[in-house]
Every structure is written in structure tokens, then in C-alpha cells.
């Protein structure tokens, strides 16, 4: 039987579609960005420094070794790239002799620094020229070196009958002057406890409105007002001050740490103006390699 195949209808034409006209680009809305807390607790011991630009604010903390520079946004006021402050290098603290404490360990009571005090001190920044007078010998300096620092004889003698009343053991001290001009200076005087040490600045070295004997260059010091209080470090005392106007040729700001058994003395002078930003820095930075 012969299968028969019913023909198929003839398939419509279908008009060609007109080509569609080009789309609008789209409208791109901005996400708002969302704002980051800052860690209210700033500049406690961050141990890790990275070898981006170095900051103030230190955020968190770390069992390491290793410190951090710290991000610009963490303090106000340092929101943009030029604003002076220095290329400090990576660092790290230095080893502490097996199954010695920390100098801020509740079980340390004299708030000893049993690491090597000259790895203690701030290194210089990159492109900084070293101050060969802060060597010393073999890393020790000489005390008559620091009380140079002062500018009357009466005094220079008075804070060195203070230090060896107080038992001084070691001066570890560098320097450097910076491309702008900028002369840094940073002493470290160590004594047998933190009770020593603590008593010898707040009663006899510093006061909240100004130190008690006058640096070289530096008649009138007041208390430096726009220091961030934020940028405070924990379990250690700070003064800081700024050279008050009229000043002369150069403008001085210097601050006395109480870190332990160890007193940090920061120097830093100017033709002009010194600035504040890298006094600041450099205050921090200082403090936290010692807590």
C-alpha cells in the first residue's frame, strides 16, 4: 500500500524586524561607601611594620615581634599624601633573652628592658644623613654628651647629678638630619627600675606645661597642645612641647617618654619651622618599639 504525503502549505513570508535602536547607557549609581570604625583604641602594640609610608595611628595587637607603620586615616588630620611625614624602614624588636618578660609584663615588677637597649632606639629614616656625634662607643654614649643638650652649665650640672643619684646604667642615643633640614636627636637613659625612671621625669624633668630645664635653642617651651591625645600608647608617659614664638633662627620640639625602666628624650630642630607631623610620628614610633 503506497503511503500518500498530504503537501505541506506554503510557509508565510515573514516581513525583515527593523534593526533596534541603540540602548542608552546606563546610569551608574555610586554605591555610598560604607565608613570604617577606627579602633578607638589606637597605637596599642601593633607588631608588624610594613614598608608603605609610616603613619599614627597603630591599630589591634599582635603576639610578633614584628611593628607596623601605622595607616594614615587612623589619626585626623593626615588624610592626604604630602603631608611630611618620614620613610621610616622596616623594623622589628629585638629578641628578648629566653624567658624574659616584656618591659609592660605584669609579671616584669621593675619594668625591665631585657632586650638590647641600642636596638631600641628608632632607626633613621631613608635618606637621612647619621649624626656620627650620637655613635658613641661601641653603641654607648658618654652622659656629658646628652646633658650637651641643655643650654645653661647650672643645669647641665643639675641633670647630671640627677641621673647618677638615680642610679643611671646606659645612654643609647642616635641622630640624623633629614633632606628638609631637620635635625632629630633621641636618647634613651636606662635605670634600674620603672619606678626610678618614672619618678625622675614626672618630678624632676618634665611638667605638663613645659620641661623643667630649657634645651639648646629653646628658651621659651610650652606644652605641645596639638599633639593627638588618641595617638596616646599605652603604659607609657608622655610630655611633649613645642618651642613657644617669637622663636629665633630655629624652632625646637622635644618630649620625655617614661617607658619602663627607660626615659626617652626626642630632640628635633628646624631653620624655620619644625614641623609637626614628623615630630609626631617619630614620638609614637619611639614609643611603641619600647612598650
Not at 31 to 39: A, G, I, L, Q, Y
Not at 208 to 223: F, H, I, N, W
Not at 244 to 267: C, F, H, M, N, W
Amino acid at each position: 500500500m503506497t503511503e500518500q504525503t498530504t503537501p505541506m502549505e506554503p510557509q508565510a513570508v515573514l516581513p525583515p524586524v527593523p534593526p533596534m535602536p541603540a540602548a542608552a547607557p546606563p546610569v551608574l549609581v555610586a554605591e555610598p561607601t560604607p565608613r570604617v570604625k577606627k579602633d578607638r583604641r589606637v597605637l596599642r602594640a601593633v607588631l608588624r611594620w610594613t614598608a608603605a609610608v609610616v603613619v599614627f595611628g597603630a591599630v589591634g595587637t599582635s603576639a610578633a615581634y614584628g611593628i607596623t607603620r601605622m595607616e594614615r586615616t587612623d589619626v585626623p588630620g593626615l588624610a592626604t599624601e604630602s603631608d611630611g611625614r618620614w620613610d621610616y624602614p622596616t623594623i622589628t624588636k629585638p629578641p628578648l633573652p629566653s624567658g624574659s618578660p616584656g618591659p609592660m609584663a605584669e609579671s616584669n615588677k621593675a619594668g625591665a628592658h631585657y632586650a638590647d637597649l641600642r636596638k631600641l632606639v628608632l632607626p633613621a629614616p631613608r635618606g637621612a644623613k647619621a649624626d656620627a656625634a650620637l655613635r658613641g662607643e661601641d653603641g654607648w654614649l658618654a652622659s656629658k654628651t646628652f646633658l650637651a643638650e641643655y643650654a645653661e652649665k647650672a643645669d647641665r650640672e643639675t641633670v647630671g647629678q640627677l641621673l647618677t643619684d638615680s642610679g643611671l646604667r646606659h645612654i643609647a642615643a642616635r641622630g640624623w638630619t633629614t633632606e628638609d633640614g631637620t635635625h632629630t636627636r633621641i636618647y634613651l637613659l636606662q635605670f634600674d627600675t620603672a619606678a626610678v625612671a618614672d619618678d625622675l621625669v614626672s618630678s624632676d624633668l618634665a611638667n605638663y606645661d613645659s620641661p623643667q630645664y630649657a634645651v639648646r635653642g629653646a628658651a621659651l617651651t610650652e606644652r605641645d597642645e596639638r599633639f593627638p591625645e588618641r595617638a596616646a600608647v599605652d603604659d607609657i608617659t608622655r610630655f611633649a612641647y613645642v618651642e613657644s614664638k617669637p622663636y629665633g633662627a630655629e624652632q625646637v620640639r622635644q618630649s620625655y617618654l617614661s617607658a619602663g625602666d627607660t626615659i626617652a628624650v626626642i630632640v628635633q630642630s628646624r631653620k624655620g619651622t619644625a614641623q609637626a607631623v614628623p615630630f609626631q610620628q617619630t614620638v609614637i614610633l619611639q614609643s611603641e618599639l619600647l612598650g
